[in-house]
Antibody, heavy 121, light 107 residues
Framework: QITLKESGPTLVKPTQTLTLTCTFS??????????VGWIRQPPGKALEWLAV???????RYSPSLKSRLTVTKDTSANQVVLTMTNMDPEDTATYYC?????????????WGTGTTVTVTS | SELTQDPAVSVALGQTVRITCQGD??????VSWYQQKPGQAPVLVMY???NRPSGIPDRYSGSRSGSTAALTIIGAQAEDEAEYYC???????????FGGGTMLTVL
């Protein structure tokens, strides 16, 4: 059974750097084709894809946020870390990580429950 | 967004509803569909155009024609009321994108 769980601060101040950790079980990020994606959802708004990291350390980022995002993996610890710099109140959202089982298909078949981040001074 | 969805759709209980997603990248890449209920994480309900994950009722089906993909629910139930998002690769094929979501109301 695949599970993922996001963790990190619930409150950050503007201009600070956000670091979120996705801790997962039931799969390995050393398996060919597998990835972990990050998605966020501002209150009352649509899902927004942020980034994905694959088994081979290939990283892809949303063009609109690329300059602010970094995603890394610790395969032995079964963790993926998302870093977002220069946080702004508009970054207030629920942040999800998700299992991406196939490099070539867009589907993310198991999601974490999400973690809510509020950006406020 | 590179994927366009109707903001809202309604269907009478037991009837059939089609939720669409339009985008040029859909000519080349499969779409995934997610269901999201209030306060919950999204759940994958369809992928690779017409594949249902385990546990998703067979009243859900997927299709694609040209640049438009569709999620069809035959015999909609009250529990199908939710927000539905499509997702696929972008036009470059390197990145992922979501549609703006469709709120399905079951009357």
């Amino acid at each position: 059974q695949i599970t993922l769980k996001e963790s990190g601060p619930t409150l950050v101040k503007p201009t600070q750097t956000l670091t979120l950790t996705c801790t997962f079980s039931g799969f390995s990020l050393s398996t060919s084709g597998v990835g972990v994606g990050w998605i966020r959802q501002p209150p009352g708004k649509a899902l927004e894809w942020l980034a994905v990291i694959y088994w081979d350390d290939d990283q892809r980022y949303s063009p609109s946020l690329k300059s602010r995002l970094t995603v890394t993996k610790d395969t032995s610890a079964n963790q993926v870390v998302l870093t977002m710099t220069n946080m702004d109140p508009e970054d207030t959202a629920t942040y999800y990580c998700a299992h991406k089982p196939d490099y070539y298909d867009s589907n993310m078949n198991v999601w974490g429950t999400g973690t809510t981040v509020t950006v406020t001074s | 967004s590179e994927l366009t969805q109707d903001p809202a759709v309604s269907v009478a209980l037991g009837q059939t509803v089609r939720i669409t997603c339009q985008g040029d990248s859909l000519r080349n890449y499969y779409v995934s569909w997610y269901q999201q209920k209030p306060g919950q994480a999204p759940v994958l309900v369809m992928y690779a155009r017409d594949n249902r994950p385990s546990g998703i009722p067979d009243r859900y089906s997927g299709s694609r024609s040209g640049s438009t993909a569709a999620l069809t629910i035959i015999g909609a139930q009250a529990e199908d009321e939710a927000e539905y998002y499509c997702s696929s690769r972008d036009s470059t094929g390197d990145l992922l994108v979501f549609g703006g979501g469709t709120m399905l109301t079951v009357l």
